[in-house]
């Protein structure tokens, strides 16, 4: 069976309604190019749009534990369908199936978390300067959530912020890319489920858009739409932001990633190579905090660069489903020729040391590559984020030059530092090292937990999700001050006597 | 002696050097129109941001603590210097004595609170999934600060900036309005004061650049600076906001407010009397948390607008500097127009009240205006902020529909309710309350404590500035994880073994 | 069938093991009076410490989310089993089916709660004073942790501790009460289920030692048990408290409290007559929190003290099993001597009300005394607390008199008022208003939710469970700095130059 | 002059009242022996506790950042008098000069930091699980509060405790060491130098008991003073936690230490050796903190023990106001007994490597003693803390070994490893790290800053001081729940319809 058809299958399964299908967005597979059938496209986002901003009018007066209680029974419906939609992301976004298990997991835990913080979402009470008076600060529900996601992590990230967004008070309006329509279908029909057990939530509390760019930009521009959550290239972000600024709005922005790895003498080499094949080529390099750089101290320089050509020339590439592959599909021909140009580029800059090639076979398969640029500068290939299983090796004499380098990009996402020294180390965490949002030691730049903030700055976009508190960009922060004295003194000691 | 020469001698015996002094921005006295010598443009802002961007490279290098020394000393100079930038700040913008004072105790108050800061900056510890690792969120230095302030708040805005910048490890570039250049260059001068005694500061670390509209946009638009702090006209602030937004940068916006008080029957009318007059017409109505909307239960309408007719007829308007006045001038002839234009129209679709005239003398002295509009609807004069003592008094019959006009305009700064009922009042604080970003209890919209953050959402842009944790949008999060085990396991339980 | 052995079949449900029967402690229902098979003792608690010791080693090496994850089965297994747990704590402590219910369901509550904790236990990272310095602050796990529990909350209270204990890292040690191993057995048997879910956890993670007084010296005095949680009267907190300290231990105290409500004019007089039955009377009164002291405003205590009357005539006493019923028994002979007691007291010293007679029925069923105080001051009889249903009744005349005698009492766990006055709500949460570890508004002083911080201060021990930062009594505070620099600067500026 | 006299020309400089001297405690000083003028010792200590307890009424009204304002002037007066206190520090307690300037230090940043809190004291608002309801968590003044210190910190640990107490709206009530009256009655001068400036504080806000063990005993058992912060010995803090246990009130202890540093194979021998030196003997081993215990790895320990005693060799002893001098004298001759005792069964256990004497003058001069113990097991000798500088040095084969042995003793305040392994610095840090409250790498075990929580686990008696959340301990929690909705619904879902 195609595999598109194959998704179908599961679609019924999880109970996705006849209705979401006919005209519009096609569904594919990357796994064989299949076609599917097509998904319907949302006619009418001002309704979409309205019927949001009156859901958030009595979902923000239940208390936040009971809808917390939503996200937990959400959470136990991922539990149960977790086989289905960990296949689904396989069909539709070609992840192995371990990846694809771990996506699904990743919403799982982020419920379990948001479930934690519905009885926290702590504000302060704060010291007064003032007698009798009493200071408090408060987060209080902001209102409809955009969610734009890609089709990388076609149902995590959208969970990411779905299970806080709905734990703060707000409703959710999903975008999701137009390559992964049916994981988002699926998440809603498992999400439905839970709103069924739960009971009294307002209709349009989570709601998915099928649609393109335009779509994107109509919700993106209203302003009842108070936060607008993004994740995609830096190009997309960068016109979201603007739009959102231009309102006033807020945005969340969760933008390319251009990751390093410094492989310093005292690493543990064979930690590091491990490390590296799966930050390198899993998800076929398609994260965006895939590994696409790397810095190896010139010592161990040589050896490293046998050891990975050795573990690149051993990866089993091919159908996703099958146990055992660990590199899948490139998600379309776009991605293909992307990847083209640059190993080609990239051969000419330095050295294609190993990979590069495209398998004979329907969908994009390719070999990731690594290429040797040796001591070189990092030249505006390297620069640029493409979205795609090629990492550049660099070799570097010191440890402040090869942190130099590591920021030398206009991204700033995820870092790592295979070190076991602890001046290294720690140098690397220090304010003169690492200027990503995430920075890791002896671990890849790939993989975060979910109790820790994810996301980066400068272009990467400055956005956190998930974990630590994160939460806060989904409420409204109010400074609250009340006076229960029979006075009326004025702060700073200001005098006003009428 | 003219407003504008008194200043001049001020800031000579400030220390401010005679190469300030040029071709340039106009300096000018509100109090009297007096004009001043002009203070000379900044040319080379390429300079400027260069400069700044060294200076990052040494400062945040420092200890935190060590930067809070600094901070320290500069409170130790303003508390020294302080009758004399208060002055400043009445000559410059008109404000009266107290409220001069109040402005630079401001600064002092958040010197103490940046020097507690310094040795807090808390990150997280958090608890891995990942057996022997360990994951820590940090918070590190972000860059050059641009500061954008207004003429209302000449010196208190950039304090609470710029001494959360430096605490952070971020040099400040300043560029105040065009209204106000001299009280920026005294307390560039108080700040050298500091910087001579701190000893080991970069050179650049706080500079600031006298110019107009360009120069901001020059500044606003550079991607060495991280962070835009922005304080002004939601037209202006939606400017930046794009412009920062292009470049992915970050922006803090502290941008236009309409702030309105309910009074309750159960309010305290003495305090509610008082406190209506200082905030409506203190900074004779030119202060963004002003009060500009008044929401009277009709059962209490009537004798509150009595009272507050008398206290307005006898309102002490004219020069800040006299003892006993409580309502200094309008800060040029462009603000007049406004003030005239609204009170106008106001008079057409309610009923003035009392005041609303110029007084014969040289410079904008204008009586408070307050204008009846019974039980109508807000129409577009009332939503929008007129920067000047205008008042709209309105009745209203239940509580709900009051919170509910409140609400009903485009800016969300300030908000406050007076009652003595624990509903009421909860009610107002509460996620069904006000949607304002301060939310008061028995004391006016004006008037915050910096301990705690100040901000508000919707047109007035998002930003939170001083105390709680606003020192957060100064600095860079870091999520980093640390593997100290043996093994390299995965987030998430994905497997990957190459 | 008698209701010992109702609860019996119940256990054996649930997979209580057979060798938990045996010599050792008599089992008996409140209910009837009836006496069970004998459950028996724990006789070898040495081995029992050095299990937990044991499994101490083992389970603080797990990452605290893995160790969550045991908590949110144990939640699970809590729902699945919450009829049979809730209807064995009606039987064992004779709690009404509703509140025996809620208890259980403040278990699973807590589960969720733990499991969010499990990804956060949150420390810091601050700020050092040191160049090339890094200061942090981290929490570990602490060790066997011994939950000394008494009946009236026979299984919510363990849960409140062994969750967080367990998410903390630390094994648990459950010496319930005398009167109630029943369900402690069961928690046991339901925790079990759990565990064999989880799958690796250590041997003796959770263990229950059945057993007298001396019993719970032993574990009290053994210093490898780093934490006593010992919740019952103040008389045992002492000694505990003492044990100890000899050994530098920590303990969390949970002791006796001796709340009261004040009733102002402005009180919803409907709200506050219901929420004084429900916590004078609920349990029978033999809640820590139980309401025991009422303050109403003269000018109203007329009327509150016949609606009051009403209720109390009208309360249904008997078998808490029995849909309608709200008062169930009192847990012992003893218990009643004591309510005898002080009643005959109370009668004597003020009036006699309504209620205080006993029910002519197996088992202990009393009418719970109202007893009318007038203006008359505390006695010794009202200081002290008599665990059972009286309330007395004191009219006031001045509110700050009222917050006076609420705290003139050696206890200080939870408080409340009824008003609509936001001076007075605001003055009895305020640093010069009740001085107990709870105080509600409007609400009475039985019945917290687990998100906040439980307990309370003086004779009330201290101690703080549940919500909040609670767990870090279970855990160690380790304060770190790590030196990444090749100096060794001293702290303070001192310098010792070898 | 004899040092004694000195002290007594610098305390009337200071402004000490004459009233001070009389019939009480004799003064002293350790640098010759020399005797001064006698102290008065506290007839009255009822009323000092009676004053301290009007005090707390009044104190506790005031706002906190003015409370601040009062600490504030505190370190303003305390940087005027720095060198004067210092100087007292080095004739009454010994240390040499710039350990005497750094301890001073150690109080006016304590001053800062405090200063910092007095806007913050956050407490939190929570979610609440009923509709209508707001949840707050509020910290609260908590009553007098006594702090009992030690000699080897004469003024910095009660300012600890006194800054943060002031700010959290407590009254102080100092008993100071027996041997260090002179420098007790210098700090309160300094502080009614501030206190002056204030204005309105209440009489009896800070006040020093001067006297014996009995006037610490009367105070510890006095129910109006709910925290008790001892210094001192693990002895002397088990009396202290059973008599404040007694009474169910609070301890706070920082007892004992034997703190270890372990030198790993990639240790920077220099940076140890000069840790070691300055930690071992700093103080003249008479630090809490002071290094005990040396744990060096075998292939590098007879190099390091041969750098050792080379610097240990070199040690200037001597007159601690001397420059250059690095060890001053030993408190007194009981001290001196407890060396000797300790050195000589130190050289029967292992062999005496350097040090041990006495110098031939007069005051309490030895030689630091380095003592070899191998790789024998640590005896009672070492597990004991002999507060002189005698160091113990032991080789060690595996790491995990070294930590096991670093955790064998019942103390538990500091703690460090020398290594440039990141596994084996974040081991050292992990769960099953150092048990000890401070844990530090590539620094010494003494030395702390302000900005971290300062104390330690097991016999060292749990308490913390200083910065993090240290100011909780001094204040009281409050739960509190408003209910402002017209409903009563109870927690848990309880049901109790009357």
């Given at each position: 069976m195609a595999a598109a058809n194959e998704a179908k299958t599961i679609l019924d399964r999880l109970g996705v309604p006849a209705a979401a299908w006919g005209e519009g967005l096609p569904t594919r597979s990357p796994i064989d190019g299949s076609l599917g059938a097509p998904v319907r496209e949302t006619g009418d986002i001002e309704s979409v749009i309205a019927r949001s901003a009156t859901a958030f009018a009595a979902w923000k007066r239940l208390p936040a534990p009971r809808r917390g209680e939503l996200v937990r029974l959400f959470g136990e419906e991922l539990r149960a369908a977790k086989n289905d939609l960990a296949a689904l992301v396989t069909l539709e976004a070609g992840k192995v199936?371990?990846?694809g298990l771990g996506e699904v997991q990743e919403m799982i835990d982020i419920c379990d978390f948001a479930v934690g913080l519905s009885r926290q979402l702590y504000g302060l009470t704060l010291?007064?300067?003032r007698p009798g008076h009493h200071m408090r600060e408060t987060w209080q529900p902001l209102g409809p959530v955009l969610v734009i996601s890609a089709f990388n992590f076609p149902v995590a990230v959208w969970a990411w912020n779905a299970c806080l967004a709905l734990v703060c008070g707000d409703p959710v309006i999903?975008?999701?890319s137009e390559k992964t329509p049916m994981t988002a279908l699926a998440t809603q029909a498992i999400f439905e489920?839970?709103?069924?057990?739960?009971?009294?939530?307002p209709d349009g509390l989570s709601q998915v858009v099928i649609g393109g760019r335009e779509a994107g930009e109509t919700l993106a521009a209203d302003a009842r739409i108070p936060l607008v959550s993004a994740t995609g290239s830096t190009r997309m972000g960068r016109e979201v932001a603007q739009t959102v600024a231009a309102r006033l709005g807020r945005s969340l922005l969760e933008l390319g990633g251009n990751n390093a790895m410094i492989v310093a003498?005292?690493?543990?080499?064979d930690l590091a190579v491990r490390a590296v094949a799966f930050s390198a080529v899993g998800t076929a390099g398609q994260r965006c905090t895939t590994l696409r750089r790397l810095f190896v101290?010139?010592?161990v320089a040589g050896q490293f660069a046998e050891r990975l050509t050795k573990a690149y020339d051993s990866l089993p590439v091919g159908d996703p489903r099958e146990p055992g592959v660990l590199v899948g599909p490139l998600i379309d021909e776009a991605a293909y020729d992307a990847f083209r140009a640059s190993v080609d580029q990239g051969a000419k800059e330095g050295v294609l040391i190993v990979g590069g090639e495209r398998l004979d076979r329907p969908g994009v398969y390719v070999k990731p590559a690594l290429i040797g640029m040796g001591t070189a500068g990092q030249t505006d290939l390297v620069k640029h984020e493409t979205f795609a299983p090629i990492l550049y090796m660099f070799a570097y004499e010191n440890f402040d030059e090869a942190i130099e380098m590591q920021n030398a990009v206009p991204q700033g996402l995820s870092s790592c530092v295979f070190t076991d020294s602890v001046r290294e180390?720690?140098?690397?965490?220090?304010?003169?090292?690492?200027?990503?949002?995430?920075a890791n030691v002896n671990i890849g730049p790939s993989g975060a937990e979910i109790g820790g903030a994810f996301g980066g700055e400068k272009d990467t976009g400055g956005g956190r999700e998930s974990g630590s508190d994160a939460w806060k960009a989904y409420?409204?922060?109010?400074?609250q001050t009340v006076n229960f004295s029979r006075d009326l003194p004025l702060a700073q000691g200001v005098k006003f006597d009428v």
């Open positions: 199936t371990s990846e010291a007064s300067e999903w975008k999701p489920r839970a709103l069924t057990r739960f009971g009294d939530a003498p005292s690493a543990d080499l101290h010139q010592s180390a720690e140098q690397f965490l220090s304010a003169w090292g690492s200027d990503c949002g995430i409420m409204r922060r109010q400074t």
